[in-house]
């Protein structure tokens, strides 16, 4: 076998809404989650060739590992170990676009793009759900990330409903200089009285009814109370910056700290991105990306 070489797009994701219910027996949270990927995206390069079963990893950014804390490193080794593959090495490349520690599922879409990947190169013929599973033992974002497109995330967040598109909109995404630990957030959200809880269901009647207005003032993320002031301040600022240029609604992604607004076109979209990157050094536009069929 000559080494084979294949690319996958990882989609960055946001989080429309964002609910904790509670704490699960097993230590887990109960999540409900609309959940959305969109065009900004990694560039992920699989290489595979006969061998004893050795795993690469490298990226443009000298700050992230190329161990199996790298999540596109440790999908392929549940890929190659769950699928009892031994006689193969991988390689993997990638390239990162979709900001780090942001809330935007840049590494889960990375791990889901090699699952992806070395499904196609190896024929091994995993469905959507297979794939799925397999990138739960990865991470819990990386199963949304297999297929995209809208959905709805239940349970520990790897339960899902597909949902039809979102209306036609575009994203512009700040990420403020600081980086929030997602375990530290769940522990200070486990000990805030909450006020506000997302409209879930008013969201998903928007998206049924295509209102864009109606489903961008209803964006919430429960996460935002648990900020220290501080992250807060930052959060809140960055959302009034949107608002104030003309997003219909704004709201944190995820555990953070990545913000963005929601605008009716591109060409405002880009509008706000100009004036944003005079304050934010990582400021972006991206369209909502469909889910993927094969």
């Not at 490298?58 to 190329?66: D, F, G, L, R």
């Not at 090495?89 to 793009?113: E, F, H, L, Q």
């Amino acid at each position: 076998m000559l080494t084979q070489t294949i690319r996958e797009k990882a989609y960055g994701k946001l989080n429309l809404s964002l609910d904790v219910l509670g704490k699960r027996d097993d230590g887990y949270h109960e999540m409900l989650m609309l959940m959305q990927s969109v065009s900004l995206c990694d560039e992920v390069t699989i290489s595979v060739a006969e061998g004893n079963g050795l795993i690469g990893a490298s990226t443009n950014k000298a700050y992230i590992p190329n161990t199996d804390k790298n999540l596109g490193f440790k999908a392929a080794k549940v890929f190659m170990t769950e699928l009892n593959i031994k006689n193969r090495d991988v390689t993997i490349s990638i390239k990162k676009r979709v900001p780090v520690c942001a809330g935007m599922g840049g590494g889960s879409s990375d791990a889901a793009a090699v699952i992806r990947g070395l499904n196609r190169v190896l024929k091994t013929g995993l469905s959507f759900e297979n794939m799925r599973t397999l990138a739960g033992k990865v991470d819990s974002d990386a199963p949304f990330c297999v297929q995209g497109g809208t959905s709805l995330a239940s349970g520990r967040g790897t339960e899902f409903t597909m949902l039809e598109p979102i209306p036609d909109c575009a994203f512009v995404i700040v990420k403020p200089r600081f980086s929030i630990s997602t375990p530290a957030l769940f522990s200070k959200l486990d000990s805030v009285k909450l006020r506000a809880r997302p409209d879930t269901e008013g969201i998903l009647e928007t998206i049924r009814d295509g209102d864009l207005y109606g489903m961008a003032r209803r964006c919430f993320n429960v996460f935002e109370a648990a900020l220290s002031p501080r992250e807060r301040d930052t959060v809140e600022k960055a959302k009034g910056s949107l608002v104030n240029l003309g997003a219909l609604g704004a709201s944190m992604t995820g555990t953070g700290s990545a913000v963005y607004g929601i605008f009716r076109t591109e060409s405002e979209a880009y509008a706000a991105e100009k004036e944003l990157s005079r304050v934010f050094r990582e400021c972006y536009v991206a369209r909502p990306a469909p889910a993927l069929t094969e």
